[in-house]
């Protein structure tokens, strides 16, 4: 006489191995929370290497920023000049940007904006909805930067 048995928790499994108790991969086990601030840095990084970017911020957040980085501990101000809102699946950016003197600006902005789509798909799995961009300032081959100009002056 034949005797069958059953094995257990083998339930859609080809090879006859355990399951995972019917949880399904390992990857959608769980939740993963994204940062507003690594989101941001992202954003700010991938519009920086825009080459027609000078600089990100308007006048008075490039003036702070200025102060906070000389203050030991105080940052790099990679997310100066961006602001992010980011949800589970999504998320929208806004940049305020200082472009170079000759650059087309429609064009810049639609550069930066893809640069920054890509970047933060690829790097979050996030959608990005919408990339507002303000151009705030335009920097003149004569002027000078803050950190050019302070660079110069140094106390002992």
Known sequence: MTETTQRRNTAGRQDGAPSQGGKGAAGTRGNTAIADTVVAKIAGMA???IPEVHNLGGSMTRAFGAVRQRVPGGGSGVTQGVKVEVGERQAAVDLDLVVEYGAAIADTAADVRTNVVNAVERMTGLEVVEVNIAVDDV?????EDES?????????
């Open 139 to 143: 920097h003149l081959p004569d002027e």
């Open 47 to 49: 519009a920086r290497e």
């Open 148 to 156: 050019e100009e302070q660079g110069g002056r140094r106390v002992a």
